[in-house]
């Protein structure tokens, strides 16, 4: 296994466009979380999963937002009608329930929206 | 709401000597804290962790210190290496909502 891997590295979009992302986390990993960063500050809290289900999702995420992770596998991000706003880094991490020491992060998809 | 401040943008220290990077944080729900170290274009590294009924935790040349009546803690680097240079955040969790709650990070930089 190779860690956290996210793709695409880089997107960038026009504004207005939709926007997709992925994630495929460690696989015996059981939780799956996104954040987000913006330049200065650190990762925000977005959502995240056990397993398939959705268990909490920040009031950041706007409903031009939505995450799924079918089967508990890998999970996507998708932005809706994108905003210069939503330029930032987009960084998963996965880990097993409880073992909040484990949480590994991926490379992160880097959004510019022009 | 920030509940958990790095109020040090940047450090910059002599190689060889001590790092000290500080953290304060105010919800008193917070029980576990981790250090992560990031480089540009990565994600973040874990780097050490800290549960609340502890005060110190040690590994190798990183030492975590809390001071929970303070709501304090620092991470210690000694001795310090070029290849310690990178951005380094504080993180906090608390039991039941384990989501990670970062600091907005303090950019140490090395000087051979």
């Known amino acids: 296994d190779t860690g956290v891997s996210q793709n695409p590295r880089h997107k960038i979009t026009k504004r207005g466009q939709n926007v997709t992302f992925r994630c495929d986390p460690i696989?015996?990993?059981?939780?799956l979380y996104w954040y987000r960063q913006t330049l200065g500050q650190g990762p925000e809290f977005l959502t995240y999963f056990q397993n398939e289900a959705q268990l909490e999702k920040s009031r950041l995420l706007s409903d031009r937002f939505s995450a799924e992770r079918p089967k508990g596998s890998f999970s996507t991000l998708e932005i809706q009608r994108t905003e210069q706003g939503d330029s930032a880094m987009y960084l998963c991490?996965?880990?097993?329930?409880?073992?909040?020491?484990?949480?590994?992060f991926g490379s992160g998809t880097q959004l510019s929206v022009l | 709401d920030q509940q958990v401040k790095q109020n040090s943008p940047s450090l910059s220290v002599q190689e060889g000597r001590i790092s000290i990077l500080n953290c304060d944080y105010t919800?008193?729900?917070?029980?576990?804290f981790l250090w992560y170290k990031k480089y540009p274009a990565e994600g973040p590294t874990f780097l050490i962790s800290i549960s609340s009924i502890k005060d110190k935790n040690e590994d190798g040349r990183f030492t975590v210190f809390l001071n929970k009546s303070a709501k304090h803690l620092s991470l210690h680097i000694v001795p310090s290496q070029p290849g310690d240079s990178a951005v380094y955040f504080c993180?906090?969790?608390?039991?039941?909502?384990?989501?990670?709650?970062f600091g907005t990070g303090t950019r140490l930089t090395i000087i051979p």
């Open positions: 696989s015996e990993h059981n939780r």
């Open positions: 991490a996965s880990s097993l329930a409880g073992a909040r020491e484990k949480l590994l």
């Open positions: 993180a906090a969790s608390a039991r039941g909502n384990e989501k990670l709650t």
């Open positions: 919800n008193s729900m917070f029980d576990y």
